[in-house]
């Protein structure tokens, strides 16, 4: 896990698995496939995605081709600046230019009172998707953290009526701002989005000098 913290903070962008613009390119291409699932801290990555996120370390989640991705420290508010366009969540809401579904989501924390991470499935309850209610959840979920306005930050398991915990681990969310505070998250907002991308460009450029600038571009593809 060190060595992965610290591949993350050299190359700044790393998906967790899966074909995609880079092929090859993963968290899962460098590690050994016996090593996943095993619920071994020490050994297993997928407990490491979890581990990395809830200590703050580096920012997790759907950031790359809709997919699961490290972000380094770094590199998270350049990310943020051009996936935002320049805009927090108030603001664009403010503009009209937020989704409502997504707004459902996003209005459950600070404003809406809650100063924390919230499970998956209370996220879902409370913002009223469901079998009764609104549809979508999970695709309005990849949206927000695409443009960087959510991110995952660990798991927790559910508890009955006992305070008992029981069933899977579920996914922690939260804006990015909770986590790690507005300073930091929107330190980029002075710099134009399009100069963030290009200066985004001309790290991964660097990491991949034989990669051409359009496989860049797919990798990155909002």
């Not at 790393?14 to 995609?20: I, K």
């Not at 920012?59 to 508010?77: D, L, M």
């Not at 963030?196 to 790290?203: F, T, Y």
């Not at 450029?205 to 571009?217: C, G, T």
Request: hydrophobic share 40%; aromatic share 12%; glycine share 10%.
């Amino acid at each position: 896990m060190d060595g992965l913290r610290a591949l993350i903070d050299e190359v700044g962008f790393l998906p967790l698995g899966g074909a995609g613009a880079l092929p090859g390119f993963s968290l899962a291409h460098m590690t050994a496939p016996e090593s996943w699932h095993t619920g071994d801290p020490e050994t297993d990555p997928w407990e490491w995605r979890q581990i990395l996120a809830a200590e703050g370390s580096v920012v997790y989640g759907k950031f790359i081709e809709r997919k699961n991705a490290f972000v380094s420290k770094a590199w998270f508010p350049v990310l943020a600046n051009w996936r935002r366009d320049g805009y927090d969540y108030d603001s664009l809401q403010e503009s009209g230019l937020a989704n409502w579904k997504q707004t459902r989501i996003m209005s459950l924390f600070d404003g809406g009172g809650t100063a924390h991470p919230l499970p998956a499935h209370e996220l879902k309850r409370l913002a009223g998707f469901g079998k009764d209610g609104l549809q979508g959840f999970d695709g309005a979920v990849t949206a927000l953290e695409m443009r960087t306005y959510l991110v995952f930050c660990g798991v927790q398991r559910k508890r009955n009526r006992a305070g008992e915990e029981y069933g899977w681990p579920v996914s922690l969310f939260a804006p990015p701002e909770l986590l790690y505070g507005a300073e930091y998250v929107r330190s980029c907002y002075g710099e134009p989005p399009a100069a963030s991308l290009r200066r985004i460009l001309e790290h991964l450029n660097s990491v991949f000098p034989n990669a051409d600038e359009k496989q860049l571009e797919r990798f990155l593809k909002a």
